[in-house]
């Protein structure tokens, strides 16, 4: 059982203002003197612990919270209006995607490599949230209108599209996120999707 404090720091993301918030919003929680559960709440494994200063506060049960972490995230996206999470192919690798799904940079079933040679070169570079290669990451886009769209359009044309999934894609564990080109300098690695 962990304090709500303690599931957000686990997760990588504030507890206040945003989950104590997004708790408050959705009648898992109220705010009175102090905070205290609803009847929703304690169905999603909300618990009260209390120390021997009879101090008390609101744990949960880390299994059942994490369906209720999930839907958070997707409320921090659809309040940035996400509704999909975008990924860049050749059209000439659509059908192995289709059949064996996405696979990170190293993608065997992979027939037209479209990533820059220059820039994947640097993406050996270790990111340090999970301390995995960046090549070992799918590389999505909240937006796909960016400098490697521009690219790619003058070197393959037409046969570059854009492939929209539904934003639930980040509810997934290892997530990263980065402001900017994961292999610019200036760079910034997060797990925090708030």
């Known amino acids: 059982m962990l304090s709500t404090t303690m599931i ?3 997760y ?10 997004f708790l408050i919003k959705n009648n898992f929680i109220i705010k009175k003197d102090s905070y205290e559960l609803t009847s929703k709440g304690i169905k ?7 120390n021997e200063k009879g101090e008390k506060w609101i744990v949960w049960d880390e299994k059942k919270f994490h369906n209720t972490i999930n ?31 996405l696979f990170s940079h190293n993608n ?14 640097k993406r050996i570079k270790i ?20 400098a490697m769209l521009y690219r790619n359009q003058q070197v393959f044309g037409e046969n ?14 290892n997530v990263i996120f980065t402001n900017s080109n994961a292999v610019a300098k200036s760079s910034i690695f997060t ?4």
């Open 191 to 194: 797990n925090d999707i708030t």
């Open 160 to 173: 570059i599209i854009i492939l929209g999934f539904y934003n639930k894609i980040i509810c997934k564990d």
């Open 12 to 21: 990588h993301f504030k507890a206040k203002p945003f989950l104590f918030d």
């Open 127 to 146: 990111e340090p949230i999970y301390h995995k290669s960046i090549h070992n990451y799918v590389p999505f886009y909240f937006n796909p209108r960016n």
């Open 8 to 10: 957000a720091k686990n």
């Open 44 to 50: 999603i494994g909300g618990k009260y612990h209390s």
């Open 71 to 101: 839907f958070f995230k997707l409320e921090i996206l659809k309040q940035y209006h996400i509704a999909t999470i975008d990924h860049m192919i050749h059209i000439d690798n659509l059908d192995t995607i289709l059949q064996y799904g």
């Open 108 to 121: 065997p079933y992979k027939k037209i490599d479209i990533s820059n040679k220059e820039v994947n070169s």
